[in-house]
């Protein structure tokens, strides 16, 4: 009986202990695309973020951009994503701004400069709302319920 | 009469158990269980506990003891919130970490911090044999492990990078931006400042302001503002 009690207990607490596997969470994607401007001469970038269209989130690199570009765009995403959800209700474009002017940037992220390679490189494809450019769809991790401090306004 | 309403309503009042069912498990002709709702105890230790509680998080074992820190529902005993009883327990051979304030921890110079918490079920098992009550062994069972939850470092929010060429979740760790999922819901994908190694790490704070225009970048209305944290 006690070895039969053991085994129940044990198959008991195998079933309580979530897995690794059922912690793998679905990313939330964005859409990097490159707009060729050739009178564009420094590197620059927007980020969209749509209610209703598809893709929802959308970088637009312009100019010689480089990971550093890149890295500051999804950054400025995920702050929104933060404040507004993973999802938006409007349309809008947004932007970071800072409280004095800094010089020092964040470490690009260790994969930015393949992806801006690659997205260089990808065939043009027609983006809801941008047009025709080069496109790739990347994947961030969700930002619901994380604790935000600060002010949401 | 009154006196004794009075000294009836100054008795000191035992939480109540939410009325909850109870399930009996049939082991054989001679042998049941009865499984019912339990008081959560004010501390939960290692041994068999240990193990259950000590699954990984985040790259990270945590500590096996905990202790209950809240019940949300208190005409419910039987379901707690647990925080770790000390801080002792995390390194598991995974080097120096700090801890802020107000509880929180981070093994890799601030780039990520952690706040483990379990929220857990607790139930009793009154097993019978032959008529006669044998045994009473409780269990805790964990309903949600919050421990991944990242929060932000000391006076505002940390910057939360999603990348990391290690991720800390294992050692050949990368993150992929192509793939549409992650490997856990929350820190291994930040590597952040901390994660890439080698060489030291600036890490700075800055306060910052996240604009968003609705009409085409004519005006600009802050959606967020508050202190955040990079690194060079």
Same mark, same amino acid.
């Given at each position: 009986? +006690? @070895?039969?009690?053991?085994? =129940? ?7 309580? &202990?979530? #897995? %690794?596997?059922?912690? *793998? ?33 959308? +970088? @637009?690199?312009?100019?010689? =951009? ?7 765009? &999804?950054? #400025? %995403?995920?702050?929104? *994503? ?39 490189? =990808? ?31 | ?232």
């Amino acid at each position: 009986m +006690i @070895v039969k009690t053991t085994m =129940a207990l044990l198959s008991v607490a195998m079933i309580s &202990v979530p #897995t %690794l596997a059922q912690q *793998r969470v679905k990313r939330v994607p964005v859409t990097v695309v490159f707009r060729d401007t050739p009178a564009a001469a420094a590197a620059s970038y927007t980020v969209l973020r749509r209610a209703s269209q598809t893709p929802r989130d959308v +970088i @637009v690199l312009v100019g010689p =951009a480089t990971g550093q570009t890149l890295t500051d765009a &999804v950054r #400025t %995403l995920l702050y929104a *994503r933060l404040a507004e959800g993973d999802t938006t209700a409007r349309d809008g474009v947004v932007r970071t701004r800072h409280s004095h002017s800094v010089n020092q940037h964040a470490n690009p992220y260790p994969w930015a400069e393949r992806v801006v390679r690659d997205v260089q490189a =990808a065939p043009e494809r027609e983006v809801s709302g941008v047009g025709r450019v080069r496109a790739v769809e990347i994947w961030l991790p969700p930002q619901r319920g994380r604790r935000l401090r600060g002010n949401i306004k | 009469m009154v006196a004794l309403l009075c000294l009836v309503a100054l008795l000191p009042r035992q939480p109540v158990q939410a009325q909850q069912t109870q399930r009996v498990i049939v082991i054989s002709a001679d042998e049941y269980w009865v499984v019912r709702p339990a008081t959560c105890p004010i501390h939960l230790y290692g041994g068999l506990i240990g193990w259950l509680f000590g699954y990984p998080n985040g790259g990270y074992t945590w500590t096996p003891d905990w202790t209950r820190h809240r019940v949300p529902n208190q005409a419910d005993y039987s379901h707690a919130e647990y925080r770790p009883s000390s801080y002792d327990g995390y390194t598991q051979g995974k080097g120096d970490y700090i801890t802020s304030g107000d509880g929180i921890i981070s093994f890799d110079t601030s780039a990520r911090w952690y706040e483990p918490e379990l929220y857990v079920e607790c139930t009793a098992t009154d097993k019978f044999y032959g008529g006669h009550i044998i045994a009473v062994n409780e269990h805790y069972h964990v309903l949600e492990n919050r421990g991944d939850i990242v929060v932000c470092k000391g006076r505002g929010t940390a910057l939360l990078e999603p990348t990391g060429e290690n991720t800390g979740f294992g050692p050949d760790a990368t993150y992929d931006p192509y793939s549409n999922f992650g490997d856990s819901d929350g820190c291994e994908s930040e590597g952040g400042s901390g994660g890439s190694g080698g060489g030291s790490t600036t890490c700075w704070d800055e306060y910052i302001y996240v604009e968003e225009s609705f009409d085409g970048g004519a005006t600009w209305e802050i959606i967020w503002e508050g202190w955040a944290q990079a690194c060079m």
